[in-house]
Every structure is written in C-alpha cells, then in structure tokens.
C-alpha cells in the first residue's frame, strides 16, 4: 500500500504565507514527478505546481513568483511554499506523486486527500 498525507493548510489572512507538506509512505520503489492541485467550490481542479524528479518545475500562471514547490526525494516527501497569498487561492490542495510501487513495472498516481487553506481577513 502507498499513502500520501498532506498537512499545514489552515485558515491565514491575504498577503499572508502557508507551507504544504505531503509525504509519501509505504512500499515504494521509485517516485518520479510530483504536483500540487486545487479544486475550489464550483470548480474543477487545476495544477498548482508541478516537479521532476530531477527538480525541473513549472507553475500555474496564477502562482507564479508567489509559490515555490520543491521535494526531498530522501522522504519521499513534496512542499509548496505560498506567499503573498489571495483569498482567490483559497481551495482544497491534493497532492500527488507518480510513482512506482516495489515488486511492480508500471507506474500509478496516487494522490493525498487533501488539505484545506482559506484565505480570508
């Protein structure tokens, strides 16, 4: 089995910052890239934030300068840093790893179940 947890969501005012957490656990061989989504109320879950596993990174128009993800691959563990946050960044955060599991080929997303962040004064 494989779990990947989220936590550091929370409520935080504008212009305010959050740091995400997600590691992944269980019986995992290899990790190759790894994202941050968000889904807000009446609407479709986007990406945030995606990384490599050799560290190359795109973002969402909407973050960018504002947010920074980054992974220790020793933890098997992925973070996004958010600045300057917007109450237009308040969402339900998921994150997810494209992974190889131990004893298998083929490679499966997994995703975590997601953490809240409200921004609002």
């Known amino acids: 089995q494989v779990q990947l947890v989220e936590s550091g969501g929370g409520l935080v005012q504008p212009g305010g910052s959050l740091r995400l957490s997600c590691a992944a656990s269980?019986?995992?061989?290899?990790?190759?890239?790894m994202g941050w989504y968000r889904q807000a109320p009446g609407k479709q879950r986007e990406l945030v934030a995606h990384i490599t596993s050799g560290g190359s990174t795109n973002y969402a128009d909407s973050v960018k300068g504002r947010f920074t993800i980054s992974r220790d691959n020793a933890k098997n563990t992925v973070y996004l840093q958010m600045n300057s946050l917007k109450p237009e960044d308040t969402a339900v955060y998921y994150c997810n790893a494209d992974l190889i599991r131990r004893g298998y080929i083929s490679n499966y997303v997994y995703w975590g179940q997601g953490t809240q962040v409200t921004v609002s004064s």
């Open positions: 269980g019986s995992i061989f290899r990790i190759n890239d």
